[in-house]
């Protein structure tokens, strides 16, 4: 079975040179059940980097902040277990990974939809 390591790879790449702009989670297997899709931010607060992901729903969003590790933890058990597919934008490429019902990864890469990061936005904790 293929991994999840090239879209972390990309991830941390694109922070190291700062052309991340966002991640999103989409495709989910129940689409009456849960989260619709989850889209992933990066955030100063208090100084310190941090990883928003808000888990829209059909009637509310949530929120939860979390480091860059946790973050890794968490996009990938949604990905094997409640979604089935990804987008990392970078200002260099947009990098789509798809996951089959037998839990096969593949990756696509295309040109990115982003010429300029998103504003930054510095919240409180």
């Known amino acids: 079975m293929d991994t ?3 879209l972390f790879d990309v ?3 694109s922070l190291e040179q700062d052309t991340f702009v966002k991640l999103t989670v989409s495709k989910p297997l129940r689409k009456k059940e849960g989260a619709q899709n989850v889209y992933v931010r990066l955030f ?8 928003q992901l808000k888990y829209r729903q059909e009637t509310d969003n949530q929120y939860q902040q979390l480091s860059l590790e946790a973050a890794i933890v968490e996009i990938e058990g949604l990905l094997m277990e409640s979604f089935r597919a990804a987008t ?3 200002l260099q490429e947009d990098l789509l990974v798809l996951i089959s019902k037998k839990k096969l990864i593949s990756y696509r890469e295309n040109s990115p939809s982003f010429k300029n990061k998103l504003p930054e936005v510095t919240q409180e904790s």
Do not use: A, C, R, Y
């Open 4 to 6: 999840m390591k090239h």
């Open 11 to 13: 991830f941390k790449q």
């Open 44 to 51: 100063i607060v208090e100084g310190k980097e941090v990883f």
């Open 88 to 90: 990392l934008f970078t």
